[in-house]
């Protein structure tokens, strides 16, 4: 399954919510609102985190593909 996430970094509280879904690709965007700041690669291990808990699946069968210093990520998760 393929998603597009919009990350907000640097949140009080984290959250996940779903937007919309993309007419074009047929993706639903979520929205995840991480505390965790930019710097090193923290925010986007925080996501990887708060997805994997989300979905109820493994970190390891999640993996951001594409645009990883992007606020907008495609982010692959794969069944166990």
């Known amino acids: 399954m ?3 996430i919009q990350v907000v ?3 009080k509280k984290i959250s996940v919510e779903e937007q919309w879904k993309d007419l074009l690709t047929n993706r ?3 929205k ?3 505390t965790a700041k930019p710097i090193n690669g923290e925010a ?3 996501l990887l985190e ?3 808990d989300f979905f109820k699946v493994k970190k390891r069968f999640i993996e951001i593909d594409k645009w990883a210093t992007s606020r907008l990520k495609l ?3 794969r069944t166990g």
């Open 2 to 4: 393929e998603i597009l």
């Open 9 to 11: 970094p640097g949140s």
């Open 28 to 30: 639903i965007i979520y």
């Open 32 to 34: 995840v609102k991480l």
């Open 44 to 46: 986007n291990k925080q």
């Open 50 to 52: 708060v997805l994997s």
């Open 75 to 77: 982010v692959k998760i």
